[in-house]
């Protein structure tokens, strides 16, 4: 009798574990799919309004929306090469723009948190072949920041240093200038150590040509027709030349913005209000150390839009929610009104901060 019991009870503990375990982890799932419906609304009807803009706009490049590791809205839609109709991959690589400075912006800061560079040393201290009396004046936060006045190497400064903001792809060339002074490296090093260290496979110093996925880059003609463009890296690699694609944009927000590339302290300095610009596509924007951000949007918006001929980009952060949105594009249409060539970018983007 009492061999027959365990036996039953046993049977009955080995049916009855698995529906309770089942039953746990339906729960549980459920829990997750409301938290998640409850944090952002209604995602069909985000992804629904992002798929609209991206369709009415005939978009060509990849769309990419995350919240930590969770993919919330994936799309590539278009060509790689127009011509040969080549298909996009989620792997391709861009030319991401002026994207670009805030990654020099962090290489400076950990030279600074390291403490081999002072964000008041004069450029002065790090390049003496530079002739020109503003090299004892001008900061390394002024080149940080747009606020420096140099225009040309060989001529006098624009405006007295710190007194107004001019946007200048200059300001970083020299930035990566001093970093080869105080490391003894190419700047091309610098850059491809700092992202094999950090696991940004599909990210380049323009020079190092490893890369095998970068796409054709296009822009409207006069007559509204694309044409192919070959002049996309003649920006300074500092500014505007690095290349990734969209799975490491997202990773380096996730990076950034979690304190693992620069402490929360400096983080807090690349996004403080340090000058302010009247932007052809934003209006109004502040500027940090290689961040944009609207007025009081520190903790809703922040990262930067990137230009070079044919590649029209965008790489954002939403502290509030978590997001992480990456935009890349390799058509420029529109190009005699930037708000009409960001327009998916913009638009995607004032969606976002509605959820």
Request: charged share 20%; proline share 3%.
């Amino acid at each position: 009798m009492y061999e027959r019991l365990i036996n039953t009870n046993s049977l009955i503990s080995r049916l009855i574990s698995p529906i309770f375990a089942f039953v746990l982890f339906s729960l549980l799932i459920n829990s997750c799919q409301t938290s998640v419906s409850k944090k952002y609304k209604n995602i069909p009807d985000l992804t629904s309004r992002i798929d609209s803009i991206i369709t009415k706009n005939h978009f060509n490049g990849v769309v990419l929306l995350t919240n930590k590791k969770n993919t919330l809205y994936s799309k590539v839609a278009g060509y790689s090469d127009i011509e040969k109709k080549t298909p996009l991959t989620l792997n391709n690589q861009f030319v991401i723009g002026s994207i670009s400075k805030q990654i020099t912006a962090v290489l400076v800061l950990i030279e600074y948190e390291n403490g081999r560079i002072n964000l008041d040393d004069t450029v002065a201290k790090y390049l003496n072949n530079l002739n020109q009396s503003w090299a004892k004046k001008v900061t390394i936060h002024q080149l940080l920041t747009h606020t420096h006045g140099i225009i040309d190497l060989e001529k006098p400064l624009e405006f007295d240093p710190g007194s107004k903001f001019q946007y200048s792809q200059l300001g970083y060339e020299l930035l990566a200038q001093i970093l080869q002074q105080i490391t003894g490296h190419t700047f091309e090093k610098i850059a491809t150590d700092f992202f094999q260290k950090h696991g940004l496979k599909n990210t380049f110093h323009p020079n190092n040509k490893k890369y095998k996925l970068l796409v054709k880059a296009y822009e409207e003609d006069e007559n509204g027709n694309l044409v192919y463009t070959a002049n996309s890296f003649d920006n300074y690699p500092a500014a505007g030349g690095f290349i990734s694609n969209a799975k490491d944009l997202l990773k380096w927000n996730e990076k950034l913005y979690s304190g693992q590339l620069v402490n929360t302290k400096t983080l807090k300095l690349m996004s403080t209000k340090f000058a302010t610009r009247i932007h052809p596509i934003f209006e109004t924007i502040n500027y940090g150390y290689g961040l944009l951000f609207k007025e009081g949007e520190q903790n809703i918006q922040i990262g930067a839009l990137g230009y070079a001929p044919g590649f029209v980009s965008a790489c954002y952060h939403y502290p509030q929610n978590d997001l992480n949105l990456v935009i890349l594009e390799n058509t420029a249409n529109n190009l005699d009104d930037f708000k009409l060539t960001f327009k998916v970018h913009t638009e995607i983007m004032d969606l976002i901060k509605q959820y």
